[in-house]
């Protein structure tokens, strides 16, 4: 099962900022977060990950609480073309890792 | 560009008649995946290549089987597929496992039709 929660669907206006939240309150020491997204009809594509600090990478920033248990990612300056399925994914670095997908948030870009 | 490239992007089968569908990838990465994702669900692993080591997921069915003959190529065989099979089958690569190279790339999936 998946470790995190996630609304199902949001809006967001075009140009502003996307604020993506997900919740993962049992995430262990060792567990990062992952954020993915799923464009309609494509393969899921990586945005970014984080274990603790604040990352930001060209296309998103994450911020992690400082407990751990929740994240927000934040697409700075939203397009039509951001409309997607995101997924906040709890994994470990070690040799049993895997992903295992949650359901998702369904982010609708409004022009 | 190095990619992961997934042939057909479409394939209709009928019930019961073997498929297989294939993956091929141009990362030189040590990990394959295959993921099953049905309509308006989120992907489920059935299983991975570590190099040449097959690793099963619990719950996939025996119907689905894999092949990774080299590196760069990876196959999906349904050897009798049924109608809750249709899905999108995606395969995906990393560089590694249990590091921090673990990052998966996808790629665009094989729609399965199952008449």
């Known amino acids: 099962d998946a470790k995190t929660t996630q609304p199902p669907s949001m809006d967001c206006a075009e140009g502003r900022a996307a604020n993506l939240p997900c919740n993962h309150s049992t995430i262990s020491g060792n567990e990062y977060v992952y954020w993915y997204r799923q464009i309609h009809s494509q393969g899921p594509q990586y945005i970014i990950h984080g274990l603790k600090n604040n990352e930001t990478n060209e296309m998103a920033s994450l911020i992690i609480t400082e407990d751990r248990k929740s994240s927000t990612l934040i697409l700075p300056h939203a397009t039509l073309r951001d409309t997607a399925v995101y997924y906040c994914i709890v994994r470990t670095l070690n040799r049993d890792d895997k992903i295992i997908f949650g359901k998702g948030t369904r982010l609708h870009i409004l022009p | 560009d190095a990619m992961v490239i997934q042939n057909p992007r479409y394939q209709v089968t009928q019930f019961g008649k073997p498929v297989t569908l294939s993956c091929s990838q141009t990362?030189?990465?040590?990990?394959m995946y295959w993921y099953q994702q049905k309509s308006s669900q989120a992907p489920k692993l059935l299983f991975h290549y570590y190099d040449k080591d097959f690793n099963n997921e619990a719950d996939t069915p025996d119907n689905f089987q894999s092949r990774r003959p080299n590196t760069s190529f990876c196959f999906l065989d349904i050897r009798s597929p049924g109608l809750g099979d249709a899905a999108m089958y995606l395969c995906?690569?990393?560089?590694?496992?249990?590091?921090?190279?673990?990052?998966?790339?996808f790629g665009p999936g094989t729609r399965l039709t199952v008449l």
């Open positions: 995906a690569t990393s560089r590694d496992r249990g590091s921090r190279y673990n990052e998966q790339f």
């Open positions: 990362l030189n990465h040590n990990v």
